[in-house]
Structures are given as C-alpha cells and as structure tokens.
C-alpha cells in the first residue's frame, strides 16, 4: 500500500486519495506481427496470452505460452536477408530496432496506471509499449531508451522468469488496446510470454499530468511573420539548390517543410524526393489522409513499404487500391507486411508488373484474380503467415522462374505437389522456406535436388509423411552451397544425413536439428569436422545427445553458438 501511495506522490492532489487498482487480462488477441505457427494452431501461439498467466512462475518453452519465433541476428547473416530501404533519413528516435508487435484488447476501457507481462522463457524482448486510446490516437507509454523497468519482489530463478514491469508514462485519455512492439536481435534464445495485465485506478481522475504527443500527419506550424526586408531569404536560392536541401529530410520534416512558403510547397511536391518510401516506422501516424498526400508526390516511385499500417482501418484495401493503381506500374518492391487488412488487396497481384520484390506476410489472398496475375519479374516472393488459393500459388511459381527468395513459412492453402512444381520452375532459388506448411509428402524432397543454387533451406515441421530413407542425403549432395539448413521437426533425420551433409557441404554456417530424436553425439560430431563456417548449431531435444559431446564441442569448437538443453 506504501509503494502504491508513493507511486503517485507526483500526480495531483486528486490522485493521491486513490490506493485501490483494478487488474485486467487479456480478454482478446488483435493482431500479432509473427507467430512460431500458422494462425490455425493453438501452441506456442499469441491466443496463449488471453486471460490469466498459465504457467508464471514456472520456467519454460510452455505449448501454451506465446513464442516469438525468432532470436538474435541470425536472420540478418542468412542469404534470405531482406535489407531495409528509405531509411537513411529516418532519425534513429523514430526507427528504433523492433521487428514484431502483439496488439491485444482488454474487456474495460480505463486511464492505466501499470503494465504487467509474465515472461516465462527468456525475458527481455519488450522494446516499446503504445496505447491506443479513446480518440483513436497511439500514445507512447515505455520506451526502453528512455524509461525506466520498475523492480518487482516476485521475480526470482535467476532471470529465467520475470513480471516484465515498466514505468509507464502517465496519459489522460482512456484505453482498453496496448500494443507490445519486441526486439530480440540480443537475445541469446526464444522468448515466451505466459500473460499480459492492465492496472487502472478503482476510481479514476481524469486529471493526470498530460504528456505532450505529437502527430506529424496533423502537425501545423506557424506563418511567419511578414516583414519587409531587402535582405535574401533561403526561398530566393535556385530551386535546385532547395531540392538538395530537402533530399537530406525525412517525410517527417518534409512535411512540415511544405507549410512555410509556396517555394517549399513546391519543392516537397517533387516526385525525385519520393523514390524510395517506408512507412513503417510512422505507423502510428498512417492514415488514409497521409496516404492521399503521398499519392500526389510518387509519380516515379520505385519501392514502398506500408508493413505495420492499416490496424483499425486507419488506412483501408480502397486507398492502397487508389495508390496502386495510379502508382503501381513504377514499383519494383513493395512490402505489405503485417498491414491488418488480410482480404480484399488481391489486386497487388494485377496492378504492379513490374514488381521484382513482393512481400505480403499475413495476408489472405483469395480472389481469383490470382490467377490472371500479370507479376512474371519476381525474384523475391514472401507470403509467410498469410494463405492463397493453392492453383494461383502453383500458377505464380510457374510464371516466375527467375523467383530467388520463397518464403512461406506458416503459410496455408490446400494442398498441391508444391516441390513438384518448384523442382521444375524455380530453380533459381537461393533460399526456400517451408517452415510450418505440411506441404511435403513421402517423395517430395527428390524435385527438391533440381535447386542446386540453394544457400538456405528450412524444413522445420514441413512434412506430413514419412520421408523416403536416403532422400534427404540426396538433396544435400545436390546443394553444395547450402549456408543455412533448417530440419526442426522433420521426421526421419538420419545419422547418414548428418555424415552426408558434413562431407558435401563444408560452407554450412547454421544447422538447426531441434527435435531430431534419433541423431546421435557421433553424426554431429561429423558435422563440426566437416563444416568448418559452422556458427550455429541448435541440438535442444536431441535425445540421444549427452552432455558429455556438449562438454568436449565447447571446448573444441569455441566460436560456434550450441544450443542445447536451454530450457
């Protein structure tokens, strides 16, 4: 009660009669960026942090906690690394280092005082907490830059579990939605979360300290004041001179820029300054007013990316449908990644044909317009998490053959002969990823061969049949180059795998065996002779793997990162 007292020391006087604080759960999941499975399962996922914790204090990879999927800057070494572009004048305030975000709802809306999270398997992925609130804006309420993580008594095992607990920054506007934005390149391991809380005040006051937010979409700024004068002003330079000024400002700035005179008016409106535009770190801001004003500027925009807008409809499928069909003949990459409308955007498909980078992670793609898809330039093609008709997928992948980069992890659709169709028509492929999809059947690996370019290979989970003995050993013998192999959960794994991989693949940097059950300390050990790049190897829930390998390979093989009996 002292500590709870203490705690709004600093608020009005009106405030510090109120002791009481009322707890909510998560009564509904909104959106969650990324997920360790397709969005049709239940374990590992996001639903998992709906109502009371489960599991806190218990330590562990809980079924029925919520995994983030990724860790560390592995994804960022692989050859399917995706760099981000029209950032280089983005502040490092606004584009901080977050990759993933969870948007859940509480049943009450209130003015929060605090924010519980049970993090039960490897905390620290919490990067920033918003609040969406009663007059659809986003407030700020934790950045870890600059705020602060309250200590709790209940946290204890040695940081392996704790009640995530940051001071919040006061706000006087109701809310019953928080957004969890995560960043796990400095994690050591998979994070888990096992519940979320809301605290608000039994009886609330209106009257908290306001924290100022600003919204650059709405900001205005000041006319100066006319005074005569003789004396050049920065509008009076040569308008290319201008132009180079505004090339070095982000959209931000330029947007403020435009409101000081006619002459910037004019200058921001150049579709030179529009080659490049990201919008992902402004999600916040991203409405269909800031898309309308972007749709005058683009006329010769070459890449675009909206990942993260549209949640709560502040930008609709009809203004990305506008933008596209003024604008989409010029764009060579376009990412809606996580966009929050999964439907209705099947039109990306016939208004940008000259798209070589498409990413469309957790959208529904549906329509049959797919079928007529005019996209034949593809080299980079990401539909992780998100779902199509099974004959226009088959049919993408066969207009494509110069496709580099697949991704469909998680992805669902009916089934069809998948590696059929990539063995025979996207041989080019550097990387493929199947994480998730049950897409293999019994002889599904040997089409497989027919991509000998391929550097990144991931076939966690991926099959729903038996694996014919021998054929992964023929896949690995046909992709000399393979960087990065993903077999976590794929049935029939080998001791003669292991041995083939390591005698035709020497450039293999990650290797990822988490639960293959039947390969012993001797066939990964072969592994370490014969590929000297390894970096990575991930060996939890190995069986048949003793402590005693573990001991000598850390001493033997220093600069690889093991992954065994984490948890």
Not at 154 to 181: A, C, M, S, W, Y
């Amino acid at each position: 009660m002292k500590m709870l007292q203490a705690k709004f020391n600093n608020y009005p006087s009106t405030a510090k009669y109120f002791v009481s604080e009322v707890e909510q759960y998560v009564e509904a999941v909104i959106y969650a960026s990324s997920e360790y499975g397709p969005s049709t399962i239940i374990s590992y996922n996001a639903i998992n942090v709906i109502g009371r914790p489960n599991n806190f204090p218990v330590h562990g990879d809980h079924c029925d906690s919520y995994l983030l999927p990724s860790y560390g800057n592995w994804r960022m070494l692989a050859p399917s690394f995706t760099p981000e572009f029209g950032l280089s004048k983005v502040p490092a305030v606004d584009n901080p280092p977050v990759h993933d975000f969870l948007v859940v709802r509480f049943e009450n809306s209130v003015c929060p005082t605090g924010v519980e999270v049970y993090e039960t398997l490897n905390p620290g992925a919490i990067f920033r907490l918003w609040a969406y609130t009663e007059h659809s804006q986003w407030l700020l309420l934790w950045d870890k830059r600059f705020d602060r993580m309250l200590a709790d008594v209940r946290n204890h095992n040695r940081g392996k579990t704790r009640i995530f607990l940051p001071e919040i920054r006061p706000i006087d506007q109701r809310t019953n939605v928080l957004r969890l934005e995560f960043c796990t390149r400095d994690l050591n391991y998979i994070a888990g979360i096992d519940g979320i809380m809301l605290k608000s005040l039994l009886n609330e006051t209106r009257d908290f300290r306001r924290w100022e937010y600003i919204k650059f979409v709405r900001e205005t700024v000041d006319e100066p004041e006319s005074e005569e004068s003789e004396d050049l002003s920065i509008t009076d330079l040569p308008y290319e001179m201008i132009f180079k000024i505004c090339s070095y400002l982000d959209l931000k700035s330029l947007r403020n820029v435009e409101k000081a005179s006619a002459t910037f008016n004019s200058v921001v409106s150049d579709p030179r300054l529009y080659r490049e535009v990201n919008m992902r770190p402004y999600w916040m801001d991203m409405d269909s007013h800031l898309l309308a004003w972007l749709i005058g500027r683009c006329a010769d925009i070459r890449k675009l990316d909206l990942s993260w807008c549209g949640l709560f409809r502040m930008i609709t499928d009809r203004d990305l449908h506008n933008f596209l069909k003024r604008h989409g003949h010029s764009l060579t990459h376009l990412r809606l990644n996580s966009v929050a409308f999964r439907d209705g955007t099947n039109f990306v498909l016939s208004l940008c044909p000259n798209v070589t980078e498409l990413c469309l992670q957790n959208m529904d793609l549906y329509d049959e317009v797919c079928m007529d898809s005019n996209l034949t330039k593809l080299t980079r093609l990401d539909l992780s998490g998100g779902s199509m008709l099974a004959e226009a997928l088959e049919n993408l992948l066969k207009l494509n053959p110069a496709l580099q980069h697949l991704n469909l992890s998680c992805f669902k659709y009916e089934r069809f002969k998948i590696a059929d169709t990539i063995g025979k028509y996207n041989r080019e492929l550097i990387s493929l990823n199947l994480f998730k999809t049950r897409a293999l059947s019994a002889d599904d690996l040997l089409p497989l061969t027919n991509c000998t370019k391929l550097q990144e290979l991931n076939l966690g989970y991926a099959n729903h049949e038996e694996v014919q003995e021998g054929d992964l050993s023929r896949l690995a013998e046909a992709c000399p180059g393979l960087r990065k192999l993903v077999l976590s959960g794929f049935r029939d794994v080998h001791n003669n795998d292991l041995l083939t991989i390591a005698q035709h693949c020497p450039a293999l940097e990650y290797l990822d065996l988490m639960g293959c059950i039947t390969v012993t300390g001797e066939s990964v050990n072969a592994i370490f002779i014969g590929c000297s790049s390894l970096r990575f190897l991930e060996i939890n829930h190995c069986n048949e793997i003793t402590f005693n390998w573990l001991t000598e390979w850390t001493i033997r093989y220093p600069d690889v990162d093991i992954k065994f009996k984490e948890y």
